[in-house]
């Protein structure tokens, strides 16, 4: 079982550039995840993707959206960037009718 | 306001000393608890969690968490730390217990001195 996995591992953009980063579930999982993780901070929720939809969003601008595939997997994109973007981006995974979530190892957005 | 407080930002402990962190919360209700952690450059690794029952539960790698419902508390304890324990570890809540938002912590930076 591969568990939770997140593309790319490092990402460096400039300010107002486009993101598009990219999870993949733990098998099994029909559930999708995605936080925030400033330095220093813990991880702070941004929404959550089942059967296709955004089933609950956290206080985020809606220059971050997601989406979520037939298989699963999620996409996270973030427009516009800001230097407060900066961040590791975790994407964790869970069943349903589970309430574990499962995290992968994140991605580590810096913006310029 | 509803929040997860780690009111320990670092905590140093000798190798083969015990370990506390706290861990308080205000929700209404009972929320689910966890504990995760974190090393260097990693995601997040459950530790342990509570959702109903006893009010000790046992994790991985020899941890256990006490909830106190008079203290809104959770707290993480190990009574015997090893140098691959220095990580950072996060309290999360769960207010709706459905899984579908975790509040966590500031996090507990873990060092462990030989």
């Known amino acids: 079982d591969a568990g939770v996995t997140q593309s790319p591992t490092h990402l460096i953009k400039t300010r107002g550039q486009q993101v598009t980063l990219r999870c993949s579930p733990k098998?099994?999982?029909?559930?999708v995840s995605w936080y925030q993780q400033a330095l220093g901070q813990g991880p702070q929720f941004i929404f959550q993707y089942y059967e296709e939809e955004e089933r609950q969003r956290g206080n985020f601008p809606d220059r971050f959206s997601g989406h979520q595939f037939p298989n699963y997997s999620s996409e996270l994109n973030v427009n516009a960037l800001l230097l407060g973007d900066s961040a590791l981006y975790l994407c964790a995974s869970s069943p349903i009718r589970d309430t574990e979530q499962f995290f992968g190892p994140g991605t580590r957005l810096t913006v310029l | 306001a509803q929040s997860v407080t780690q009111p320990d930002i670092h905590i140093t402990v000798s190798e083969g000393a015990s370990l506390e962190l706290r861990c308080n919360y205000s929700y209404g209700a009972t929320p689910y608890l966890f504990w995760y952690v974190q090393s260097p450059g990693q995601g997040l690794q459950l530790l342990l969690k509570y959702f109903s029952g006893d009010t000790l539960v046992q994790g991985i790698k020899g941890f256990e968490a006490e909830f106190k419902r008079s203290q809104s508390s959770f707290n993480l304890r190990k009574p015997s730390v090893h140098w691959s324990d220095a990580a950072e570890y996060f309290c999360a809540v769960d207010p709706s217990n459905t899984g579908n938002q975790f509040y966590f912590g500031t996090g507990t930076s873990l060092t462990v001195i030989p």
């Open positions: 098998s099994g999982h029909d559930t």
